[in-house]
């Protein structure tokens, strides 16, 4: 078997198989604040057609807050990782500082798995993780998936990677409903996200 292996996964920290723990193997974890997160996830689910439609977007940010969404609790997920990292060798990434500095982050990666990165190899990893280039990927934007599992006329795959978008979404009173429940919680983990740049 070829090593290292790179396998992606969606799962929340406690349905990891043992194996992960026992075997030491290194993690990295990708974060979003939850109002993006939510915008994101509910556009995924209008055009994912292997899962249940989300209904008007009030009815889906009911079901996210409440956890009665594929993978569960925002919250559980988030701070169930958080917490994991004091144990095993995880590297906790945002999504809005990857917006931010995305070589910043790379090399965060590049450290974190032993490797070094010379410039010109930094700058092509930079290029080709970019929004743009990935949304015109088609490995990376599954327009090579038939469109009764992904109906991109609904919504792209790759719609806009944005922070801020939430905005576009919540009302005022949506926002503060979202922050009264992930604000203890997050402060209680000593997390912090950000929701604009």
């Known amino acids: ?42 556009h995924f689910q209008r055009m ?6 989300p209904g008007k977007w009030e009815e889906f940010l009911e079901n996210f807050i409440a956890g009665k969404v594929p993978y569960g609790l925002w919250l559980d997920h988030v701070c169930g990782w958080w917490e994991a990292k004091n144990r095993h060798p995880i590297l906790y990434l945002f999504y809005e500082d990857m917006k931010e500095d995305p070589a910043r982050e790379i090399r ?56 801020g978008d939430w905005k576009e979404h919540f009302t005022v009173a949506q926002s503060e409903w979202l922050d009264s429940i992930c604000g203890p919680a997050l402060e209680n983990n000593h997390l912090k996200f950000r929701t604009q740049l």
Not at 11 to 36: G, M, Q, T
Not at 126 to 132: A, G, L, W
Not at 144 to 149: A, D, R
Request: net charge positive; proline share 8%; hydrophobic share 40%.
């Open 48 to 53: 994912n057609k292997l899962i249940p439609d």
């Open 108 to 163: 965060k990666v590049a450290q974190f798995l032993g490797l070094e990165l010379s410039e010109p190899v930094l700058s092509r990893i930079v290029e080709h993780t970019t929004f743009e280039s990935m949304k015109a990927n088609p490995m990376t934007n599954y327009t090579n998936l038939p469109s009764s599992v992904l109906d991109q006329t609904v919504s792209p795959f790759m719609r806009k990677g944005i922070v």
């Open 1 to 42: 078997m070829v090593s290292p292996r790179v396998l992606k996964t969606h799962l929340s920290v406690h349905l990891l198989p043992p194996s992960f723990w026992e075997h030491n193997c290194k993690i990295i974890y990708v974060a979003r604040n939850a109002k993006d997160n939510a915008v994101s996830y509910f």
